[in-house]
């Protein structure tokens, strides 16, 4: 039977920046977007729906991570793993109890999605939030995962870029803006880097076991070359939205973070070393994310 401490890792704590990066980007934009209507700013709006969208992402990520560890758990893709502990794949916990842990966390998402769309009144946003519960269980499941065909990055542009930024932002104003619609590529961006980097430490195992991942379809040197460009691309997509609100170059401020990851990535790091390069790479976003925040609020 695993241990609390087990069950922790197996949610991969490092990845839920990736779950909280779009709710703040997304909030910051609404409330950019409510002092540019000309109105005050009703924290009683704000609030309540930034906080169910933070728990809809947070419950949503962890889902698809428990439900990855079950599908390459069964299929014995984790069998020879370098990165994090898995679950199922250690043989910690039975693949029925982490594919149950998978199932709860992403019913729990829906019924916290559900309660965003009856207080924001937006009911038809209710099939947006169906095929993002969909796109986190067939990541790796089902007879064939898009993750196995090299969609994964893809999705998660998708999903924890478009989708939860604007849709953050759409919850709370019901209105989609410029600034919120850049901020949800850049996101989406550093999302992709987040899997990029654990992609690209797979590559050897994925090839053997037939995960035909964007990493193992690029090869070694041109997936080093996209995760470089996802880092840096979002600091110049903000460029328009600095000129529109100053207050938003803050956002350079997270740019040294990136150099040294994408230092190491470059450079050639591999297997352990870029377990570092992940949390460094969620580190990035959550403060790139906060930062932006912080500069659409001013």
């Not at 893809?154 to 019901?174: K, S």
């Not at 850049?182 to 690209?200: D, K, P, Y």
Request: proline letters at 5%; hydrophobic letters at 55%; zero cysteines.
């Amino acid at each position: 039977m695993a241990s609390a401490s087990q069950w922790v890792q197996g949610a991969r704590p490092r990845t839920l920046p990736a779950a909280l990066a779009p709710v703040a980007a997304g909030t910051g934009a609404a409330i950019w977007q409510l002092g540019a209507d000309g109105g005050t700013t009703d924290w009683s709006q704000v609030v309540p729906r930034a906080l169910l969208a933070l728990a809809v992402s947070f419950s949503l990520q962890i889902g698809v991570n428990f439900a990855n560890d079950y599908s390459d758990g069964i299929r014995g893709t984790d069998d020879d793993r370098v990165g994090p502990f898995r679950l199922t794949g250690s043989g910690a916990a039975a693949p029925a109890t982490v594919k149950r842990a998978a199932i709860g966390s992403l019913a729990l998402g829906g019924l916290f999605g559900l309660a965003l769309v009856a207080l924001a009144q937006i009911w038809w946003t209710l099939l947006i939030g169906a095929a993002a519960i969909a796109a986190a269980w067939f990541y790796t499941g089902g007879k064939r995962p898009y993750g196995y065909r090299g969609l994964g990055e893809v999705f998660v542009f998708l999903f924890f870029g478009l989708v939860a930024v604007n849709g953050t932002a759409y919850a709370i104003t019901l209105q989609l803006s410029a600034p919120a619609v850049l901020a949800s590529i850049a996101i989406g961006l550093l999302a992709v880097a987040l899997m990029l980097t654990n992609n690209l430490r797979d590559i050897p195992t994925d090839a053997l076991s037939g995960k035909r991942t964007l990493a193992v379809r690029l090869g070694d040197r041109g997936t080093r070359v996209l995760y470089a460009a996802m880092l840096l691309l979002p600091f110049v997509l903000l460029v328009p939205v600095m000129i529109v609100q100053w207050p938003t170059v803050l956002v350079l401020a997270a740019l040294p973070l990136a150099i040294g990851p994408v230092r190491a990535v470059l450079g050639g790091a591999a297997g352990r070393e870029l377990i570092a390069v992940l949390g460094a790479t969620g580190r990035l976003e959550l403060v790139y994310s906060l930062l932006l925040l912080i500069g659409l609020s001013l």
